[in-house]
């Protein structure tokens, strides 16, 4: 899948990829999840998809990457998977590169034959929304999830972080 659209500044190309695990940003990462220890669990083994830049390049000579999606299977991996990791490149957000990770991701388990992908987020704030806005329904909480599993707070717009919904897409 490929866009184009106004970067920072400029008009620049992007394309979504598969790509190793180990390949994933730190930097993208932390923005999503900012447990160091719980991405290391979760990341071997996963299957990660990549928003590349096409107009500027890293030294390997692959785009600079702006955008992470990370998945894992839950049990046996066959029908049920989970995102554990969502993220855009803070000055590429809201030009539709996260909606277009996630399609990607979701037309690749559907070819695999997953029936279900679950995502755990807060229970308020932009990203509840992005899930709800591509399907994804509430099908749980977990109360006090970030105030057990985080060593600091997490806070947006004031208000601190405390319960994880998890939310389901049928697929």
Not at 57 to 84: K, N, Q, Y
Request: hydrophobic fraction near 40%; charge should be neutral.
């Amino acid at each position: 899948m490929s866009s184009t659209l106004a970067g920072p500044g400029t008009t620049d190309s992007w394309h979504i990829t598969t790509m190793n695990p180990a390949e994933a940003p730190w930097h993208l990462l932390l923005l999503a999840d900012p447990s160091r220890e719980r991405i290391k669990r979760y990341l071997p083994g996963s299957t990660c998809f990549g928003a590349r830049q096409t107009t500027q390049f890293t030294p390997s000579g692959l785009g600079a990457l702006i955008g992470v999606c990370v998945l894992v299977p839950e049990g046996d991996g066959l029908h049920r998977w989970e995102l554990m990791n969502m993220a855009v490149s803070t000055a590429w957000q809201s030009k539709g590169i996260g909606s277009a990770l996630l399609q990607r991701a979701i037309r690749e388990m559907r070819e695999r034959g997953v029936q279900q992908l679950d995502v755990g987020t807060g229970s308020f704030g932009d990203q509840l929304l992005f899930y709800q806005r591509l399907g994804f329904r509430v099908t749980d909480i977990e109360r006090d999830f970030f105030l057990q599993n985080y060593t600091t707070p997490l806070w947006e717009r004031g208000v601190q972080h405390k319960d994880m919904l998890k939310l389901t897409l049928e697929l």
